[in-house]
């Protein structure tokens, strides 16, 4: 079984966002993914 921290996993993802972000993309994934986890199954309710 391999143990790969989470964010080792994430690093390889380009982040599209053209403007100065103001936070890193794996805490925009960190973050929908947690809401995924907490029964939220879409871009707006995500984003809420």
């Known amino acids: 079984m391999s143990t790969t921290r989470l964010p080792d996993r994430f690093a390889e993802l380009t982040d599209p966002r053209r403007r100065a972000a103001t936070h890193s993309s794996i805490s925009v994934v960190f973050i929908a993914l947690c809401a995924v986890v ?9 984003s809420t």
């Open 38 to 46: 907490c029964g939220y199954d879409d871009l707006l309710a995500i």
